[in-house]
Nanobody, 126 residues
Framework: VQLVESGGGLVQAGGSLRLSCAVSGGIIEDYDIGWFRQAPGKEREGVSHISSRSNITYYADSVKGRFTISSASAKNTVYLQLNSLKPEDTAVYYC????????????????????WGQGTPVTVSS
């Protein structure tokens, strides 16, 4: 399974971006997809997760109400809509996948994801 993120960029505070995670080598209905981010000097943290099979979603408290995760089966792509962006949202954003039968926790723990994209940078200026 290969994951390719896109859609990152430079945006002013209060602005919006839509990140895409294109999946190949598998269908998204068979995988749980997570979005993570890593800011400079900080550990990677989970942002959002979706189980396309059940359409269950999860959001970290820091992004709840501002970010929206969705999936498009026809495009085999998962999106993360970022609204009301803040400077503290600046990070490299990664998507990751794990087969729906291969994780013990919900949402899956970071170490349970076994496919990762290369990341797309998001910079929010104040």
């Amino acid at each position: 399974v290969q994951l390719v993120e896109s859609g990152g960029g430079l945006v002013q505070a209060g602005g919006s971006l839509r990140l895409s995670c294109a999946v190949s080598g598998g269908i998204i209905e068979d995988y749980d997809i997570g979005w993570f981010r890593q800011a400079p000097g900080k550990e990677r943290e989970g942002v959002s997760h979706i189980s396309s099979r059940s359409n269950i979603t999860y959001y970290a408290d820091s992004v709840k109400g501002r970010f929206t995760i969705s999936s498009a089966s026809a495009k085999n792509t998962v999106y993360l809509q970022l609204n009301s962006l803040k400077p503290e949202d600046t990070a490299v954003y990664y998507c990751a996948a794990v087969h729906y039968s291969d994780h013990a926790y919900y949402p899956p723990r970071q170490y349970e994801y076994n496919y990762w994209g290369q990341g797309t940078p998001v910079t929010v200026s104040s």
